[in-house]
Structures are given as C-alpha cells and as structure tokens.
Nanobody, 131 residues
Framework: QLTLAESGGGLVQPGGSLRLSCVATKFTLDWYSIGWFRQAPGKEREGVSCISSSGGSTAYADSVKGRFTISRDNAKNTVYLQMNNLKPEDAAVYYC????????????????????????WGQGTLVTVSS
C-alpha cells in the first residue's frame, strides 16, 4: 500500500516561514508527480503546488507564487514545500498526494477538482498563521 506522511506544520507568525516535508513509505517517489494541497475549515481542498517526477516541472497556485517553493529529493524519497512570508489566509491542513496513474501534468494535478481523483494521500499537517 502506498503511503505518504507529511511533517513540518506548526504555528507561525505572519511573515514567518515553514518547510513542510512529504515522505513516501513502501514505495519510491521517483516515478510520480507529487502535489501539495490544503484545506481550510469550511473550504474546499485546493492545489497549492505540484512537481513532476524529475522535478523539472512545477506549478503553483496564484495565491502562493513568489512565496512558496516546491522541491524534491528523490534520493531521500521526500518532497518539500518551503513557505515564506506566510499570511493568515495560508492557514490550513496541508496534504501531499501522489499520482500513481501518471495521468496528469503538474498544471492539471494542481487544478481545481483534480484532487478528487488522486488516490494516494498523507494524513495532513496543520499550519496555523497567527500573531
């Protein structure tokens, strides 16, 4: 069974930074595009950033462009999301997901509604942005 595990969430003040990690267990990430998604209370899950298997292609939601950076270290079986200049509206549970079907470009993977078709998810890590 493919599993993912997120870590790195926490409480940070506006303007602060966090780095989230997504580690795969029982499979290697090398083959798969990976996406970061988030869900705030009362809101639909949304794509934040996605990265191709090689790391050569990335996609970002407009709301995080210039502040968040996705990267991957396939040797460590890990995908990262560096989040800088955090805003209160960034507060949410952040999830990583894999696309084992290899069906999507990174742009499509992060697009609205695509998350509904992704089958491999982590348990989420909570990010709180508050002074």
């Amino acid at each position: 069974q493919l599993t993912l595990a997120e870590s790195g969430g926490g409480l940070v003040q506006p303007g602060g930074s966090l780095r989230l990690s997504c580690v795969a267990t029982k499979f290697t990430l090398d083959w798969y595009s990976i996406g970061w998604f988030r869900q705030a209370p009362g809101k639909e899950r949304e794509g934040v950033s996605c990265i191709s298997s090689s790391g050569g292609s990335t996609a970002y939601a407009d709301s995080v462009k210039g502040r968040f950076t996705i990267s991957r270290d396939n040797a460590k079986n890990t995908v990262y999301l560096q989040m800088n200049n955090l805003k209160p509206e960034d507060a949410a549970v952040y999830y990583c997901a894999a696309d084992p079907s290899l069906s999507y470009t990174v742009q499509d993977m992060c697009a609205a509604q695509t998350y509904k078709y992704l089958e491999v998810w982590g348990q989420g890590t909570l990010v709180t942005v508050s002074s």
